[in-house]
């Protein structure tokens, strides 16, 4: 089994800072990028941003130049520093890990419970 366990969400003014973070743990999957992602009432899910093993990011065109998308040292947790919120960043934040099983060598595609991010006055 591999689980993702997310943190840092919560309730931050227009203008405000929040870090979130995401730890994966599991002895069978190799994972080649973490990302997150996020889903708003009434929306679909919408990617925010990526990290793969090599560093490369990826970020949504909604989100550049705000967020930061890093990983830790130990190469299973993945972070992400969200800076100048908005209202419109309000959603459910759920964190996502991508790979293969080092038994099979299948794809592998693994999300956390989520956690809240709300922006409000």
């Known amino acids: 089994q591999v689980h993702l366990v997310e943190s840092g969400g919560g309730l931050v003014q227009p203008g405000?800072?929040?870090?979130?973070?995401?730890?994966?743990?599991?002895s069978t999957f190799s994972i080649n990028a973490m990302g997150w992602y996020r889903l708003a009432p009434g929306k679909q899910r919408e990617l925010v941003a990526t990290i793969t093993s090599g560093g490369n990011t990826h970020y949504a065109d909604s989100v550049k130049g705000r967020f930061t998308i890093s990983r830790g040292?130990?190469?299973?947790?993945?972070?992400?520093?969200?800076?100048?919120?908005?209202?419109?960043?309000t959603a459910v934040y759920y964190c996502n890990a991508d790979g293969r099983s080092t038994m099979t060598l299948n794809r592998m595609d693994y999300w956390g419970q989520g956690t809240q991010v709300t922006v409000s006055s």
């Open 16 to 26: 405000g800072s929040l870090r979130l973070s995401c730890a994966a743990s599991g």
């Open 73 to 89: 040292n130990a190469k299973n947790t993945v972070y992400l520093q969200m800076s100048s919120l908005k209202p419109e960043d």
